[in-house]
């Protein structure tokens, strides 16, 4: 079977972008197991990552997600044998495979495949998770170049993601909470002169105003400092309030 | 954050600026820190208004070249930093990430030479003056401790603007530079003469320190007596003291 060019195109695509705010791993990983098993002629797909403290397990069907689990957490299965060689591993019959994964191969036949294969799921050196492609029948692996495409897209975004994380969690602690702090006495600074009160009302006034309108504190006190019409607002409010 | 780092990166700008006999001045600041951090080259951007902001120094050609694309395609990481809010980390300007946040300006800089850029913003709360834009000629995140200290080089630009308009360069130590203080009442000083002389808090900041220094005073006690109401700011020129 081969896939649409379209739809792989657009997959790699899907894969790539791991940079929005609104960004999920499980979300990410289930879009890979789709994808995975609709592209390389399986009939599911599971996805295990194992990233320093960040495990998550996913599948395209409920029942391959408890497969992928029972395999990583009993630490026999066909992806525990790729995270222990690197390389791929695949089984065309489990039948023959209850001496080496027997919980697996026999979980695996009830949910009614009797193949598998797995793509290592890799960045540089390391080997941060894999996904397992189940099928009733032989896997045909002459899309197993694009699986392997797929898996490295998807690894390098989800690195990628979590460094980003941590530089953001550093920033946040080096500059953001400062920044935040300062522009808040900045704020309590100009409403005092323009309100003619003490810091300490001043800053009163600035936190009614934003939590009456459902605001984060900071944004009103950029906008007090910069003087903007909301700035404006919050000196009216307070002398409305008197 | 370190201390030790935060040393270091003071001395190492105050031993440039002792060698040349002068004030320390933003080059001190870009060069301290193009020597000090794994970086290839370092520039500084001012905004007089955030539109428009200007080049200040540049270590090199290479970081001239890339503030000058910024400006011309009016997009990048250190156009980005001078109105956000935190520090634009593009560690790999091939990329696709990159390609998408700045369209035009990545594939020019990648032609200039450069892979990896790091723009820290110059901000004291909700004051934004530029930004402090680090280089490399390779792709690659930059350390945590690195950005730690990249930081701290900013902050120091940031003094050194302030003490520049203030004019009162080389009278003060950057090392104890007060402005730079997290002491509340300094900003919300700041933010008090702002309105007492309607002008952006940056430009009371400025004031504050020209005040202090023309009068050989503490900032603090200056900010002290603007916070307590013994001290006013008048747009004409000059200050008036309360009694107490």
């Known amino acids: 079977m081969t896939a649409p060019e379209s739809l792989i195109a657009r997959t790699f695509v899907e894969l790539a972008d791991t940079t929005e705010p609104s960004f999920e791993l499980a979300a990410f990983l289930r879009v890979l ?8 002629g399986a009939e599911a797909a599971g996805v295990v990552v194992t990233d320093g403290d960040v495990t998550a397990v996913e599948g395209s069907t409920d029942a391959v997600r408890e497969l992928a689990r029972l395999d990583l957490e009993g630490e026999q299965g066909p992806a525990a044998d790729s995270r222990s060689s690197g390389g791929t591993v695949r089984c065309d019959d489990l039948g023959r495979a209850a001496e080496s994964w027997p919980d697996f191969a026999v979980a695996t036949r009830e949910a009614g ?18 996904v397992t492609l189940f099928s009733a029948g032989a896997i045909a692996t002459d899309e197993a170049g694009l699986g392997e495409a797929l898996v490295r897209v998807a690894a390098s975004g989800i690195v990628h993601q979590r460094t980003r994380r941590r530089q953001k969690t550093l920033v946040d602690q080096l500059q953001v909470a400062l920044t935040s702090r300062i522009a808040i006495e900045q704020a309590k600074g100009v409403l005092a002169e323009r309100l003619g009160v003490p810091v300490g009302q001043a800053f009163q006034a600035l936190r009614s105003y934003a939590r009456s309108h459902n605001r984060k504190l900071v944004e009103i006190a950029e906008a007090v400092v910069a003087g903007n019409p909301e700035g404006d607002a919050v ?7 008197l | 954050m370190n201390e030790s780092g935060a040393a270091r990166v003071w001395s190492s700008i105050a031993g440039l600026a002792r060698r040349d006999g002068t004030a320390a001045s933003l080059r001190h600041v870009c060069e301290a820190c193009a020597r000090g951090l794994p970086v290839a080259g370092a520039s500084v951007v001012l905004s007089s208004t955030v539109s428009t902001p200007d080049l200040a120094f540049a270590t090199d ?51 200039a030479g450069a892979r990896s850029q790091f723009a820290i913003p110059l901000r004291v709360g909700a004051v934004r003056l530029g930004a402090l834009d680090l280089h490399r000629r390779r792709p690659g995140e930059l350390p945590a401790g690195v950005l730690a200290e990249a930081v701290i080089y900013a902050d120091a630009a940031l003094a050194v603007v302030l003490n520049a308009r203030a004019g009162t360069a080389g009278t003060w130590e950057l090392p104890e530079d007060e402005f730079l203080d997290r002491g509340a009442e300094l900003h919300q000083a700041a933010g008090m003469v702002s309105v007492q002389l309607g002008v952006p808090v940056a430009e009371a900041m400025v004031r504050l ?22 001290l006013r700011f008048s747009p004409a020129g000059g200050v008036s003291w309360e009694e107490v």
Do not use: K
């Open chain 1, 235 to 241: 000196v009216a409010a307070f002398r409305a309030a």
């Open chain 1, 113 to 130: 495949f009797s193949a598998v294969f797995v793509i290592p799921m890799r960045q540089r050196d390391e080997i941060i998770g894999a």
């Open chain 2, 61 to 111: 050609s290479l970081a001239e070249e890339l503030v000058e694309l910024q400006f011309t395609c009016g997009e990048g990481p250190a156009l980005d930093a001078v109105v956000g809010f935190e520090p634009v980390l593009a560690a790999d300007l091939d990329s696709p990430e990159s390609l998408t946040r700045w369209p035009v300006y990545t594939a020019a800089a990648v032609g």
């Open chain 1, 33 to 40: 197991a789709d994808r995975c098993a609709e592209l390389l």
């Open chain 2, 209 to 230: 320190r020209g005040h202090a220094y023309a009068n050989d005073c503490r900032l603090g006690d200056v900010a002290n007596a603007v916070v307590r109401r013994r």
